[in-house]
């Protein structure tokens, strides 16, 4: 069984910067990957972006291209989400996930930490 804890999140003006951290520990092996989902009020949740465990995959939703920035650091076993420009659209809280064989799938959620972005 994995477990995830996210760190960083919180409240940013439009066109600021957060940074989401997010660390896994447990299982018998490393996730196949890793990756942020989003969910905002009364909206579904939604991939941000994925990584595989290696870093040579991304899978990232269009809306954030050239604003957010997945990476890992496999010595920590965590993913990091880097988040500039922020927009009152990316309000949401966001979510950890890991798979265990996939960078479209996930069986393993974090708890989740609100971003929220407004002036």
């Known amino acids: 069984q994995v477990q995830l804890v996210e760190s960083g999140g919180g409240w940013v003006q439009p066109g600021g910067s957060l940074r989401l951290g997010c660390a896994a520990s447990?299982?018998?092996?490393?996730?196949?990957?890793m990756g942020w989902f989003r969910q905002a009020p009364g909206k579904e949740r939604v991939l941000v972006s994925a990584i595989t465990w290696s870093g040579d995959a991304t899978n990232e939703a269009d809306s954030v291209r050239n604003r957010f920035t997945i990476s890992i650091d496999n010595a920590k076993a965590t993913v990091y989400l880097q988040m500039n420009n922020l927009e009152p659209d990316d309000t949401a809280v966001y979510y950890c996930a890991a798979s265990s064989w996939s960078l479209y799938n996930f069986n393993y959620w974090g708890q989740g930490t609100q971003v929220t972005v407004s002036s």
């Open positions: 447990g299982g018998n092996r490393s996730p196949y990957s």
